[in-house]
């Protein structure tokens, strides 16, 4: 009954919609405002200078790397934070080794005041320096000697004094609070990626390595830590109340992975199997809270060993947790810092996606230790590669720790699909970028998308050689590794990878189909996807795709194989029978897109219904049909027809996926006549799955049905399905009265459904229920749905709070972007507060991922975004 009037509804829909404005059966409506809202998704750096200007792009400065004519071999740093007036005292005594005679050198440094500095040739007399000549933009410091420095060994001694800042990068003080309500400060680090030099003056290039004895002067009551272990604890001789800490020399090393914390935190301890020394550190009294991470850890370490046939080369790893820290994690070797949501786990009050959510993090960084900090990128242009690899073999990671959360099939939802839609945006590029930097989600998620996929194909990859590419340095680059996986594979991994890596985009593969007796004949072209709309240019682009067909006589078996390498081919599928489906690229691997043929697309659907195909599967079908029709290259009735086949659909990450873009469409129409009819739509097709699920947890369930129904019942709570408001507001009133806590895995979606259909003493109660908070998650939690209130005066007040000192710096994106996602009231009221509040937000971010994110959410979701160039001006010292 209920899929019948599921039914009735989305024709009442579609007929509307299509009466309505004829030519939306072919290119809808809204199509020209998502495209505008899509294309301002740009890369971090481009993004944090054009507010700069007006009108028009910066132009591009050459970048000159640094000289080769001194390289460190050691660095001896000792540093002396004061974290009650937030600077530090520095002194760098560097071994050296000048290659080619000079009277300079030339190192990376920002923000630091150098006071004295010298070099001492090996068995020679000490040479003071004349000059510091210090360019600013470059981050540069170039220091002169009256004579020239020989070629040989030498020492570089440097004395130098700095800030530790509230930016969240470099050597920065992060702010937390006490037991007893006192406000205090840690002293931490966040070097990736050219953040080293606002610590201590250094040749901040991943590819000049070096080893490191670092030695931190800090008050004896706090914690002090590094990346190797302590081979000595004595008292400062200069202040009785100081500690001097030395920490053994590291191995080889880029200066990115450099770090250091002081602060107070407690730990939980143990021993992977294969005898390393794991602790977590968590704030003061919440060590319980490691205990998770701790789990994933030492579970991880040996699995690490095993794979890469390589033991992890350190004594012992620290994961510490930070207050204010703007990345979820850093790789940084034998000292991971992250924020408190991605490493801590509350027993009783986390939810089932903050467990997973840290469990991916910790396996993502654990990779690194191998695979990004023992081999490096030669350069950041192989920043891809680097991030690709650990975010791929986290799910590899977790899926060996916790084969129960099918993990897999989420990644297609999480990364593969959002990185599709990523490289369709005009304003795409290459995997392997040439400019300085960039750290857009690309690096993050195509990469793995598209070649480690294949690399997990390649099975000998992983033992194919991937420490030996530059032995003394442990360096490589994307060349290094196809010359590794066509000797092992004996295939053209060259060929084949570069027309993926070197050109921006992806194909959209074109199919139809002719029977022809018991054989099925395939029409297999290729052609550049565009979020924009078919690609019309002269110089289409073309890739050498691996394509995979099966049938339904086995969705799970590939029944061939084939190359395309031409824009188009012509396939035989042999002894396939008329009442058969075929279905291109089983499992969701290749990265493409797929139009179907009419005909073939019918003839899938009941694959979906019977749930024939695979979960990925379903998955990849809904989504590739939605981004079509998104790009105006077929209708969106057909995607809603589509959805209705997913009525019997068990599987969370496909309704994760199809929830994740009804919501898109219900944030377009909300500009139309048609925002209640998506709602009910939204209601009917969501109504079955959670009356089968209910409300409360059953026996014999697990994590993905905890996910399930926090998902389904948020999405219904928003679209106001009065049965799930009503229960919503029951358990809400329990819940604050203290009479039922609600279970983490309900709060989100009753906390959503609250303010969604709430007033001012709703928020006031959930302003309450942020500031009663103990927990960090709880906090975030609240954060994300307070932009859901609907009324003008209130969602004001959210963005407010949002600049409070209740919000971490880091979190106040968070909730500014809650609001302009929540509602068209929201988007115009969040872009405004940005506007408005420019220049605290600038020189809060400083420039970095934080303020591209903001400007990102805002400008998303904004039904006209105008410009980037309209943005006020930050002040000059802001530049």
Not at 206 to 219: E, G, Q, W
Not at 361 to 373: D, R, S
Request: proline share 6%.
């Amino acid at each position: 009954m209920l899929l019948l009037l599921g039914r009735r509804v989305t024709l009442s829909f579609v007929n509307r919609f299509t009466k309505s404005s004829p030519s939306s059966l072919s290119k809808p409506v809204f199509i020209s405002s998502l495209l505008i809202k899509f294309r301002v998704a740009h890369s971090c750096f481009l993004v944090s200078t054009a507010v700069r200007n007006r009108g028009t792009m910066p132009e591009r400065r050459p970048f000159v790397r640094l000289p080769t004519d001194v390289y460190p071999v050691n660095y001896g740093l000792c540093l002396k934070p004061d974290l009650i007036d937030f600077t530090f005292e520095g002194k760098l005594e560097a071994l050296v080794e000048v290659t080619q005679a000079t009277n300079q050198i030339v190192m990376n440094c920002a923000d630091i005041d150098i006071i004295t500095a010298s070099f001492v040739p090996q068995g020679g007399e000490e040479i003071n320096a004349t000059g510091f000549n210090y360019q600013n933009e470059d981050e540069k410091v170039t220091l002169s000697f009256p004579s020239t420095l020989q070629k040989g060994s030498g020492t570089l001694k440097i004395d130098f004094v700095g800030e530790l800042n509230d930016k969240m990068k470099g050597f920065y003080r992060s702010k937390y609070t006490t037991s007893a309500g006192e406000i205090r400060y840690a002293a931490v680090t966040q070097f990736e990626a050219t953040d080293a030099r606002r610590a201590f003056p250094c040749w901040d290039e991943p590819a000049i390595k070096a080893t490191f004895d670092i030695t931190l002067i800090v008050p004896k009551e706090r914690i002090a830590l590094s990346n190797m272990n302590v081979i000595e604890r004595k008292p400062y001789p200069d202040d009785e109340n100081l500690l001097e800490v030395k920490f053994a020399t590291t191995p080889i090393m880029s200066t990115y992975l450099v770090a250091f914390v002081i602060g107070e935190y407690d730990f939980v301890e143990s021993q992977s199997s294969d005898g390393v020394t794991v602790r977590v550190y968590t704030p003061v009294g919440k060590a319980e809270q490691g205990k998770f991470a701790l789990e994933v850890a030492t579970k991880t370490l040996p699995f690490y060993k095993e794979y890469f046939s390589v033991p992890y080369p350190l004594p012992k790893i620290d994961l510490i947790a930070i207050a204010d820290f703007a990345a979820g994690a850093m790789e940084n070797w034998g000292l991971v810092t992250y924020r408190e949501t991605a490493l801590l786990i509350d027993p009783k009050n986390s939810c089932s996606s903050s467990r997973q959510w840290v469990a991916l993090v910790v396996g993502h960084e654990l990779a690194h230790q191998w695979f990004g900090n023992l081999v490096t990128m030669e350069w950041w242009t192989h920043l891809w590669l680097n991030e690709g690899f650990a975010s791929w073999i986290e799910y590899l990671c977790v899926d060996h720790c916790f084969p129960e959360y099918d993990i897999w099939t989420q990644f297609v939802s999480a990364d593969y699909t959002r990185a599709l839609d990523l490289d369709a945006l005009d304003s795409s590029h290459p995997i392997e970028v040439r400019y300085r930097l960039s750290f857009m989600a690309l690096s993050y998620m195509e990469s793995h998308s598209v070649v480690i996929k294949m690399l997990q194909q390649v099975r000998t990859c992983r033992k194919c050689g991937l420490y030996n590419f530059h032995p003394n340095l442990g360096l490589f680059s994307a060349e290094d590794l196809w010359d590794c996986l066509e000797e092992a594979s004996g295939k053209p991994i060259a060929a084949v990878m570069g027309s993926w890596t070197k050109q921006m985009g992806f194909p959209i593969i074109v199919v139809d189909q002719e029977q022809q007796g018991d054989n099925r004949i395939l029409k297999i072209s290729q052609k550049k996807f565009c979020a924009s709309g078919p690609h019309n240019g002269e110089d289409c682009p073309s890739w050498m795709v691996p394509i995979s067909i099966c049938t339904s006589d086995d969705p799970t078996c590939t029944k061939l194989k084939v190359l395309l390498d031409r824009p188009e081919m012509t396939i035989t599928l042999n002894s396939v029978s008329p009442e058969q489906w075929v279905k291109i690229n089983p499992g969701t691997v290749g990265f493409y897109r797929i139009q179907y043929s009419s005909s073939m697309l019918q003839s899938l659907l009941p694959g979906v219904r019977d749930l024939s195909l695979q979960p990925v599967d379903r998955l990849g079908l809904q989504n590739d049909l939605f981004s079509l029709s998104r790009a105006g290259m077929i209708s969106t009735v057909e995607v809603l027809k589509l959805m209705e086949a997913f009525v019997n659909e068990p599987n969370y990450t496909v309704w994760s996926d199809l929830s994740c873009n009804l919501g898109v469409l219900s944030s377009l129409l909300s500009h139309t006549d048609f925002h209640e009819e998506i709602q009910e739509f939204i209601r009917d097709l969501f109504t079955p799955i959670g009356m089968k699920l209910g409300w409360d947890s059953k026996p014999g369930e697990g994590h993905l049905d905890a996910l399930l129904r926090g998902l389904v019942l948020g999405k219904l709570g928003k679209a106001g399905h009065k049965p799930t408001v009503e229960e919503a507001r029951k358990r809400f009133k329990d819940h604050v009265e203290g009479k039922q806590v609600l279970p983490a895995d309900l709060r989100s979606p009753v906390y959503l459904t609250m303010l969604k259909h709430g007033d001012s003493s709703t928020l006031e109660t959930m302003l309450k229920l942020h500031k009663q908070a103990d927990m960090q998650e709880e906090k975030n939690r609240i954060e994300r749905v307070l932009g859901a209130i609907s009324a003008p005066d209130l969602i004001q007040k959210v963005l407010t709070f949002a600049l409070s000192d209740e919000v971490r710096p880091q979190d106040t994106v968070s909730v500014i972007g809650g609001v302009a996602g929540s509602s068209k009231q929201g988007r115009k009221a969040a872009w405004k507060f940005v506007k408005d509040n420019w220049e605290e937000l600038y020189n809060r971010y400083q420039g970095g991922f934080l303020i591209s994110r903001l400007v990102k959410l805002n400008l998303l979701t904004h039904p006209s975004p105008p410009p980037l160039y309209v943005l006020p001006h930050p002040s000059p010292h802001h530049h």
